[in-house]
């Protein structure tokens, strides 16, 4: 039902930025909670942050709060995942994702997501 296509990740050096873009299809984006995980080789699919439907609430993983901003154009079916000062550790496939359960305000686990993304590489030097 819902297609999700991320985009803006490439290389960059530690300290530097990326904004990434994930715009789903359909008309009833504004109805789910975004997400934006990522997963590095070997290992498990990592939460980093999530936005309510609205865009009024966010929460975000400890290791990347306070350098990533999750916002959403829902006029443009659009949510971002800006990151600035990133590190090396930040190396990893990103992936956004949407929530269609309503229990949950801020939902943070895999689990919790029905749509996802292919995916897109962010890869941090030095």
């Known amino acids: 039902q819902v297609q999700l296509v991320e985009s803006g990740g490439g290389l960059v050096q530690a300290g530097g930025s990326l904004r990434l873009s994930c715009t789903a299809s359909?008309?009833?984006?504004?109805?789910?909670?975004m997400g934006w995980f990522r997963q590095a080789p070997m290992k498990e699919r990592e939460f980093l942050a999530t936005?309510?439907?609205?865009?009024?609430?966010?929460r975000y993983a400890d290791s990347v709060k306070g350098r990533f901003t999750i916002s959403r154009d829902n006029a443009n079916n659009t949510v971002y995942l800006q990151m600035n000062t990133l590190k090396p550790e930040d190396t990893a496939s990103y992936y956004c994702?949407?929530?269609?359960?309503?229990?949950?305000?801020?939902?943070?686990?895999?689990?919790?997501?029905?749509?996802w993304g292919q995916g897109t590489q962010v890869t941090v030097s030095s």
């Open positions: 994702a949407a929530s269609t359960q309503y229990t949950i305000l801020l939902p943070a686990k895999t689990t919790d997501y029905t749509y």
């Open positions: 359909g008309s009833t984006f504004s109805s789910y909670r």
């Open positions: 936005i309510s439907a609205t865009g009024a609430r966010t």
